[in-house]
């Protein structure tokens, strides 16, 4: 398998993979709330899911926002940061046991 340069993953790569898992969760959640049958028929895995996962978005928002506001910082925030704030704020905004485990696998 070829080598990926560590740059080629940064901060931004989180912040636009957030962004599309959001609206593509938010285009499904409809959907994989009427197929949730585990562990019980409640209907909302998908509204979970994507509460979860809106968590995380505003929390590398944050990050970013926090980072252009700090005048002697240039640049993007660190993938570090980015990465931590993410799996934190899907952590803090989990939903249901899908939403949990989601921020668990995102951490």
Sequence with gaps: MA???????????????????????GRAREEIDAI?????????????????VESAVAAVEAVFAGHAVDS??????SLADAVRAMAHGALIGARGNSGTILAQLLR
């Design 3 to 25: 080598h990926v340069p560590q740059t080629f993953f940064d901060a931004l790569a989180v912040r636009t993979w957030c962004g599309l898992a959001l609206e593509s969760l």
């Design 36 to 52: 949730n049958v585990y562990p019980v028929a409640d209907g909302d895995t998908g509204t979970n899911l994507y509460l979860t």
């Design 72 to 77: 002697a910082r240039t640049g993007s925030p």
